[in-house]
Nanobody, 126 residues
Framework: QVQLVESGGGLVQPGGSLRLACSAS????????IGWFRQAPGESREGVSC????????YYEGSVQDRFTISRDNAKNTVYLQMSRLKPEDTGVYYC???????????????????WGQGTQVTVSS
């Protein structure tokens, strides 16, 4: 069964940094594009960033452009999201997902995608 596990979240002050990791259980991520999504309390889930299978193409939602960097290490079967200059509005549960639809600054999950993991909580607060 496809299972993605997110880690690396925590509490950080505004302006701080965190690095999230997305790892896979039982299969290889190397053949898949991976997207990061987040859901703030009371809000719907939104796409944050995505990376293609080779790592050569990356996409970012407008508010995180120049602050977040997505990367992958296929040898470690892991995709990362380095988050810098964090803001309170970045607070939420962060999830990763397989094969999102990525076009420009728009990142969406595949229709009927249901393999969401537990996510990792990111809280930006002083």
């Amino acid at each position: 069964q496809v299972q993605l596990v997110e880690s690396g979240g925590g509490l950080v002050q505004p302006g701080g940094s965190l690095r999230l990791a997305c790892s896979a259980s039982g299969f290889t991520l190397a053949n898949h594009a991976i997207g990061w999504f987040r859901q703030a309390p009371g809000e719907s889930r939104e796409g944050v960033s995505c990376i293609n299978d080779s790592g050569r193409s990356t996409y970012y939602e407008g508010s995180v452009q120049d602050r977040f960097t997505i990367s992958r290490d296929n040898a470690k079967n892991t995709v990362y999201l380095q988050m810098s200059r964090l803001k309170p509005e970045d607070t939420g549960v962060y999830y990763c997902a397989l094969d999102p639809v990525c076009m420009g600054t728009r990142i969406d999950p595949r229709p009927s995608y249901h393999n969401w993991g537990q996510g990792t909580q990111v809280t930006v607060s002083s």
